[in-house]
C-alpha cells in the first residue's frame, strides 16, 4: 500500500468552535472553502492549491478531551486499494472502510499503535487506471 503524500487531517469541534476555526484556516492561514460532499454534520474543507487541507467537523457535543485532543485523524494518498485490504487482512490489521458519497474518492481507516485514527484515500479514477 503505497503511501505518496499527507493528503489532509481532520479536526472535531462543536457547532459553537467551527467559525473562530474557519476563520483562523481561511484568515490567518490563507486556506479557501471549497468543495464538500454530503456528510451528516456542519463543516467545511479548507483548500490550498486546488487540494482540501484541512476538514473541520462539527460532530461534538463539548468540546474534544480524547487522547488526541482535536486531531479526529491523519489522511496519506494511498495507492493499491485491491493490495492494502489483501495487506491488513492478511496481517490482521483491522479496518473500516467508506465511499465518499458522489465523490470519486475511497476511504480505508486503521488505528496506529497510540490510538490514532489513521486514513488511506485512495482515488477511485487512479484505482481504475485513469491517471486525474
Given at each position: 500500500?503505497?503511501?505518496?503524500?499527507?493528503?489532509?487531517?481532520?479536526?472535531?469541534?462543536?457547532?459553537s468552535?467551527?467559525?473562530?476555526?474557519?476563520?483562523?484556516?481561511?484568515?490567518?492561514m490563507g486556506l479557501t472553502n471549497g468543495p464538500r460532499p454530503v456528510i451528516p454534520f456542519p463543516?467545511?474543507?479548507?483548500?490550498?492549491?486546488?487540494?482540501?487541507?484541512?476538514?473541520?467537523?462539527?460532530?461534538?457535543?463539548?468540546?474534544a478531551d480524547s487522547?488526541?485532543?482535536?486531531?479526529?485523524?491523519?489522511?496519506?494518498?494511498?495507492?493499491g486499494l485491491a493490495q492494502t485490504r489483501a495487506y491488513l487482512s492478511a496481517?490482521?490489521?483491522?479496518?473500516?472502510e467508506a465511499p465518499v458519497p458522489g465523490w470519486p474518492l475511497h476511504q480505508v481507516f486503521v488505528r496506529d499503535p497510540?490510538?490514532?485514527?489513521?486514513e488511506l484515500t485512495f482515488s477511485l479514477e487512479e484505482e481504475a487506471g485513469h491517471k486525474s
Amino acid at each position: 500500500m503505497p503511501v505518496s503524500a499527507l493528503h489532509h487531517y481532520t479536526l472535531r469541534c462543536t457547532e459553537s468552535e467551527l467559525d473562530a476555526l474557519f476563520e483562523f484556516y481561511t484568515k490567518h492561514m490563507g486556506l479557501t472553502n471549497g468543495p464538500r460532499p454530503v456528510i451528516p454534520f456542519p463543516g467545511y474543507w479548507l483548500y490550498s492549491q486546488g487540494q482540501p487541507i484541512v476538514h473541520l467537523a462539527a460532530f461534538l457535543d463539548a468540546p474534544a478531551d480524547s487522547h488526541t485532543g482535536p486531531l479526529d485523524h491523519i489522511s496519506f494518498r494511498a495507492h493499491g486499494l485491491a493490495q492494502t485490504r489483501a495487506y491488513l487482512s492478511a496481517k490482521g490489521i483491522p479496518y473500516e472502510e467508506a465511499p465518499v458519497p458522489g465523490w470519486p474518492l475511497h476511504q480505508v481507516f486503521v488505528r496506529d499503535p497510540k490510538g490514532l485514527k489513521v486514513e488511506l484515500t485512495f482515488s477511485l479514477e487512479e484505482e481504475a487506471g485513469h491517471k486525474s
